[in-house]
């Protein structure tokens, strides 16, 4: 398909404050270190028809969800509770803002919420910059991630595995981290020659893609990968959705081992080909520790359609 024929199904608002949820809408988030993820404050006076649904997170797979008064403790590995979630709030539409909500926390909710057979959107707010390295080395020139904790399915999104004769195909989803990229070629061990890295171009602001480069230098060059590099928007999961497909049109016979590593957005991408793809997909995440004060301010609020792509 042309990339002009590509529906992108994003509505993207300059400032945060000039949106509104729609009318008999449930609206999921989280608050987070980061001052992006508390923009909701800014027009919620403006949203009396919205059912505002607060999340913390009480351990790595459970969580605690408050809807109007009534605390739910939501077992992010079971599709059981997390369906009796979507069930108990009667609303016709969901957004999702992904904004403060790491992915191990908003991928298993938005899977359910896209059976549960509502129209679902999910949210996320740009940050205004990101916090550079006091002391910069190579493959790590923000400030983002204390540590990782290593290498594990995302809840409901474990990997059963390929035939034999399949090959894999690696394909990570690029950020300014080099450390993970490196981090993830130890740990996985790819076949170098099938490693397809993607870059988030355009970026959130021009120069992102240069940084992206910059912080992969190593791992790029130690693989050969730069030659084989692809591009989709930065802020667009539609864009990475779509190049997933061509990928796997071009290589019928691989899995497809994806790593989301960079923008949010692309990592929605990756899940929501997970949730629909009869290919084999393998989603591989290393679970980054991130630090406090990682990013700066809040720019552009983009409002994603993903219902329809579908349910899966």
């Not at 987070?32 to 797979?61: K, L, M, P, Y």
């Not at 099938?194 to 021009?206: E, H, M, N």
């Amino acid at each position: 398909m042309a990339a002009i024929d590509q529906p992108i199904l994003t509505d993207i608002y300059e400032e945060a404050s000039s949106f509104v949820p729609v009318t008999d809408s449930a609206y999921i988030f989280m608050r987070s270190v980061e001052e992006r993820s508390g923009h909701i404050e800014s027009w919620r006076d403006r949203a009396s028809a919205t059912t505002f649904v607060e999340v913390a997170e009480t351990s790595n797979f459970e969580v605690t969800a408050l809807v109007s008064g009534r605390k739910y403790s939501v077992m992010l590995r079971s599709s059981e509770s997390l369906a009796s979630l979507w069930s108990d709030i009667h609303a016709s539409a969901i957004y999702i803002d992904m904004t403060g909500f790491a992915h191990h926390v908003w991928a298993p909710l938005l899977r359910a919420a896209l059976i549960s057979r509502r129209d679902v959107m999910v949210v996320y707010v740009e940050p205004s910059d990101y916090k550079h390295s006091a002391a910069p080395i190579e493959g790590q020139i923000f400030d983002l991630s204390e540590r990782i904790e290593g290498i594990a399915p995302l809840p409901g999104f474990a990997f059963l595995g390929a035939t034999p004769e399949a090959d894999t195909l690696f394909v990570p989803l690029l950020g300014f981290e080099g450390t993970r990229f490196s981090y993830l070629l130890e740990q996985v061990q790819p076949n170098i020659d099938r490693v397809i890295p993607i870059v988030g171009v355009p970026g959130f602001k021009l120069e992102y893609p240069f940084h992206t480069y910059q912080g992969n230098k190593r791992p790029l060059e130690q693989t050969g990968s730069w030659r084989r590099v692809r591009f989709a928007t930065a802020n667009c999961p539609f864009s990475l959705f779509y190049l997933l497909e061509e990928l796997a049109r071009l290589h019928p016979r691989s899995v497809l081992q994806v790593a989301p590593i960079g923008t949010k957005p692309h990592a929605l991408g990756a899940i929501l080909f997970k949730i629909v793809s009869s290919r084999a997909v393998e989603i591989v995440y290393d679970f980054p520790l991130r630090k406090s004060g990682r990013t700066r301010g809040s720019d552009r609020l983009l409002v994603y359609y993903v219902s329809a792509i579908g349910a899966g």
